[in-house]
């Protein structure tokens, strides 16, 4: 093990990574304990520039970034043939252990980490930073209950110089979207369809998009329409299954158009679960934040229902019921005439005043029709 970097001294190693070693270190000058990420050097030249110009690029890329849900960057530097960044030490566990150790992890607690991602994804995107690697072994669960977003070596910024073949892809093949297996350009929506994909796997125990090989997986995420998690999990409310559906959307415009509204959706979904369930999952900090946040804060941000999706997955009926939520009656009246669907498949709330108006007009009515029978009746007996 090296014992040396910098000014760094290693402690011990973490972790062994397809790029490089991760140390626990202690930074001498003002004490603190660190996790040094490295990069051995020592490549054949053409693979040393894009190797060395990635890892770079995610020291200035997550260097930029100063939110709760996303790692720190402290440092970067070069000894010899090894590079390497100082970042906040986590002490926690990676989300992909925890999901091979446990079962049957609840819906409440699977919906905040969720929209913690969801939240630190909204941030790096708003700075311009497309992450472009959503996947359980790059998200921490530090001891607090806050998540970390890590890793951002194949990020992409503006100002990036780190270029690739035409078609390269980068990522991991479960959790690419569809964009990123054609090799076409992407945007903030391609980390929104990766974290859709972990959402669905963390509720369902499985991937949505399951193959032999990468091409298999690769044909699954282009063409597959996966069946509803609530067919997998009964625990799963229909409106988790909708919110799921428009993360997983094939094309980037039906998808999510930020991670905020995904953050919010989640929030607000959260909210409606068992109460019992929901306080139970709650980390202290996050169980003041039950602010009753609506989903799909108009109507038209709603996806329609050509997604490509399944009848069971996405509706026009579920796109209706959930605008009828929250959303003003004029733009539900609109979305029923986009989605030629009649009114009644909102199936809008009623409170009891309004039902009690409605049962005593009926019944007037009945009485009515029932006189008016009754005197024609007569009429032509006479």
């Known amino acids: ?31 603190r304990v660190v996790a040094i990420k490295t990069i051995n050097l020592g490549l054949a030249l053409d693979e040393k520039e894009e190797y060395e110009g990635r890892f770079y690029q995610e020291a200035r890329a997550a260097g930029r970034l100063n ?13 010899g043939n090894i590079a390497f960044i100082a970042m906040e030490f986590l002490q926690g566990s990676e989300l992909r252990d925890l ?27 708003q700075h311009g930073i497309v992450h472009r690697d959503i996947k359980p072994s790059n998200i921490m669960l530090v001891r607090d ?3 970390k977003i890590t890793d951002f070596g194949i990020a992409r910024m ?13 990522g991991s093949p479960k959790y690419m979207s569809p964009e990123q297996v ?75 158009q930020n991670a905020l509204d995904l953050a919010k959706d989640l929030r607000a979904c959260r909210d409606t679960l068992p ?18 946040l609506a989903i799909a ?9 050509t997604l490509g999706l399944s009848r069971s997955f996405d509706s026009s009926e579920a796109t209706l019921r959930l605008a009828a939520l929250t959303a003003d009656p004029a733009d539900v009246d609109e979305l029923s005439k986009t989605l030629k669907v009649g009114k009644a498949a909102a199936r809008p709330v009623v409170d009891d005043s309004q039902k009690q108006e409605e049962s005593a007009g009926r019944f007037k009515l009945l009485v009515l029709g029932l006189t008016v029978l009754v005197l024609a009746v007569m009429f032509f007996l006479h």
Do not use: W
């Open 67 to 79: 939110h709760p849900n996303i790692v720190t960057i402290y440092d970067v530097g070069k000894s």
């Open 1 to 31: 093990m090296i014992k040396q970097l910098g000014r760094y001294e290693m402690l011990c190693e973490l972790g062994q990574g397809a790029m490089g070693v991760v140390y626990k270190a202690r930074d001498p000058l003002i004490d």
């Open 145 to 147: 209950g806050r998540i």
């Open 275 to 292: 109460s019992s369930e929901r306080k139970a999952q709650l980390v202290p900090a996050e169980k003041t934040r039950l602010n009753g």
């Open 182 to 256: 054609l090799g076409k350009e992407i945007d903030r929506r391609s980390d929104i369809f990766s974290l859709g994909v972990m959402l669905y796997e963390m509720l369902t125990g499985t991937s949505p998009f399951v193959g032999e090989n990468v091409n298999a997986i690769m044909y699954q995420t282009l063409n597959l329409v996966p069946p509803a998690p609530s067919t997998l999990n009964p625990e799963v409310p229909d409106m988790l299954n909708f919110i799921v559906a428009k993360a997983l959307a094939k094309g980037v415009e039906d998808r999510y």
């Open 297 to 305: 804060e108009q109507a038209e941000d709603l996806a329609p229902s």
């Open 158 to 170: 503006p100002s990036s110089a780190v270029h690739t073949q035409t078609g390269m892809v980068l």
């Open 99 to 125: 999901l091979r150790e446990e079962r049957g992890m609840p819906v409440s607690q699977i919906v905040d980490i969720v929209a913690q991602v969801a939240e630190g994804l909204s941030y790096a995107h």
